[in-house]
């Protein structure tokens, strides 16, 4: 089942990097990341306070967790520019390699409180088959 919710995921990511690189034609990267997220917060908050009842907390968390705003701004506006000149797939691609990445350091020193789980060399053959589609798509034809 959570598989499921994670390819929905990458398909609303998708869709989000599509319509963000449109968008950017129109109001710029910065006006995408602002109407994208004005947007989804009123959206959000709407739905927990009217149809959950419930209340929005920030807090207590450590300070540096806040930054996952920064970065969704940063993420948003970064997209959606690069959507619009490099394409979705290209873009999805390179998304994707900065993302696995960055998360294997991420999981190998549990950084940010997250459960440790060691790189294991193992994995490499599979990564060297993600690096070759990547330059496949960046590079052919």
């Given at each position: 089942m959570i598989q499921s919710l994670v390819i929905l995921a990458g398909v609303l990511l998708s869709l989000m990097q599509s319509f963000g690189g449109v968008l950017s034609g129109y109001v710029g990267?910065?006006?995408?990341?602002?109407?994208?997220?004005?947007?989804?917060?009123?959206?959000?908050?709407?739905?927990?306070?009217?149809?959950?009842?419930?209340?929005?907390?920030?807090?207590?968390?450590?300070?540096?967790?806040?930054?996952?705003a920064v970065f969704g701004i940063a993420l948003t506006a970064t997209n959606s520019y690069c959507v619009a000149r490099l394409g979705a797939s290209l873009t999805t691609c390179l998304s994707i390699a900065g993302q696995l990445f960055f998360s294997i350091l991420i999981d190998h020193f549990g950084a940010m409180g997250i459960r440790r789980t060691r790189f294991d060399p193992r994995r490499l053959p599979a990564l060297a088959v993600l690096g070759i589609g990547l330059f496949l798509v960046a590079f052919a034809g």
């Open positions: 990267i910065f006006g995408t990341s602002l109407a994208v997220h004005l947007i989804g917060g009123v959206l959000l908050a709407g739905y927990l306070v009217i149809l959950l009842h419930s209340r929005i907390r920030l807090g207590p968390m450590p300070w540096y967790i806040y930054f996952a």
